[in-house]
C-alpha cells in the first residue's frame, strides 16, 4: 500500500535529473527546470526507485 502525495515526476524525468546531476549542473538550475524545491531535488538524488 502507498501512502503519501504521487510523484510530481516520472521514472525517466527522475533518471534525466540525476544525469544532469552527475555531470555537474547545479541544484538551483535543476530546480528551476524541474519546477522543484531544493528539498524535492535532493529527494529524488537520494531517493531509490521503489
Known amino acids: 500500500m502507498a501512502f503519501g ?5 516520472t521514472t525517466q524525468q527522475i533518471e534525466e ?3 544532469r546531476r552527475k ?3 547545479l ?4 530546480m528551476a527546470d524541474y519546477n522543484l ?3 524535492s531535488v535532493y529527494r529524488y538524488l537520494d ?3 521503489n
Open 27 to 30: 541544484i538551483k538550475t535543476l
Open 23 to 25: 555531470s555537474g549542473v
Open 5 to 9: 502525495r504521487k510523484r510530481k515526476m
Open 17 to 19: 535529473l540525476r544525469e
Open 47 to 49: 531517493a531509490d526507485d
Open 37 to 39: 524545491s531544493k528539498a
